[in-house]
């Protein structure tokens, strides 16, 4: 694994790479790695000819400052995983390098009412950061396709848009959600939880995987009513629970409304904030196919 901390000479070793008419693979990341994001490298391995993983804890897409100064930061232990699925090239950038004084990398795309929700709602300005960070790292590594998870799905989304708006030449993969044993989808974040958050925070699959078994017999709302509910019973502080139109993110009144449906949710547990979601109506042709 070749591991590159300049722009300068990860540019200079993927030229390298482009003129032998090989693909690109690239795998943004926070670091704290763990198998959800080892699955998003090796569908990476099998679908390019080199696979670029950054770890990059971007502070723009930052909300909360003490988020970002508790986010998980386990180098030495990502190199070790990285190796072990051969990651071609790991990128692992300074502040500087992303955003180097006198560089402007503001970008100035309108995501309208697909950044204003959910998500969006709760971590004002994160999404601006998230499309920043993603437009700066994408021009740097210019890979032919971007492999990004699911557990993000407003994200995937938003770089979607992105992708359009500008035109993109990189395609966009988007990767299904790795879960642990029991249900929770992984997280970096995980970690963090205490033993008592952590046994609990199974809830949030499983309701989603009631939520989606009941899609015939109830309404969207009373299934939101009754997730915000039972995760308040169980000591979560629960921001959303909201079933909505997979394209346009906006709350589905029926599960006929649309061809493309998904449930989403943030709670809290205890000091941390935890996001999962679940396709639950998917036509053929949907987006995700
Ligand atoms: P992060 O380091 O949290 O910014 O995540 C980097 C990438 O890994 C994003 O595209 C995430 O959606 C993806 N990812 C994070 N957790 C999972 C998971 N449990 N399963 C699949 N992909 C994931």
Same mark, same amino acid.
């Given at each position: ?59 723009? =897409?930052? *909300?909360? /400052?003490?988020? @970002?100064?508790?986010? &998980?930061?386990?180098?030495?232990? #990502?190199?070790?995983?990285? !190796? %072990? ?79 359009? =708006?500008? *035109?993109? /030449?990189?395609? @966009?993969?988007?990767? &299904?959600?790795?879960?642990?044993? #029991?249900?929770?989808?992984? !997280? %970096? ?101």
């Amino acid at each position: 694994m070749f591991l590159f901390k300049k722009v300068a000479d990860l540019q200079r070793y993927l030229q390298k790479v482009s003129k032998e008419k090989k693909t690109i693979g690239f795998v943004p990341t926070m670091g704290a790695l763990h198998n959800g994001h080892l699955s998003l490298v090796n569908r990476a391995n099998a679908e390019t000819d080199c696979t670029v993983v950054s770890i990059f804890v971007n502070p723009t =897409q930052f *909300n909360d /400052k003490k988020d @970002l100064e508790k986010y &998980p930061r386990t180098l030495g232990a #990502d190199i070790e995983l990285l !190796s %072990s699925v051969q990651t071609t090239v790991l990128f692992i950038p300074s502040i500087d390098e992303i955003y180097p004084p006198g560089l402007n990398t503001s970008l100035d795309l309108e995501f309208g009412a697909l950044a204003n929700v959910l998500e969006g709602a709760f971590r004002p300005g994160h999404f601006d950061g998230m499309a920043q960070v993603v437009h700066r790292l994408l021009d740097i590594v210019k890979p032919d396709r971007l492999f990004m998870g699911q557990k993000d799905f407003q994200q995937l989304t938003i770089v979607r848009s992105m992708l359009k =708006q500008l *035109n993109h /030449k990189t395609e @966009l993969v988007v990767c &299904p959600i790795i879960r642990e044993k #029991d249900g929770l989808a992984m !997280s %970096s974040r995980n970690r963090r939880l205490t033993p008592f958050y952590r046994e609990k925070a199974v809830l949030l699959s499983q309701i989603l995987s009631k939520v989606k078994s009941n899609i015939h017999n109830r309404t969207p709302e009373s299934m939101s009513t009754m997730a915000m509910k039972t995760l308040t019973e169980a000591g979560f502080k629960p921001e959303y629970f909201e079933i909505v139109d997979g394209i346009t993110l906006q709350p589905v009144k029926d599960f006929s409304d649309a061809d493309f449906i998904v449930a989403l949710t943030a709670a809290w547990a205890g000091e941390i904030r935890l996001i999962d979601n679940m396709i639950l109506k998917e036509e053929k042709n949907a987006i995700l196919a």
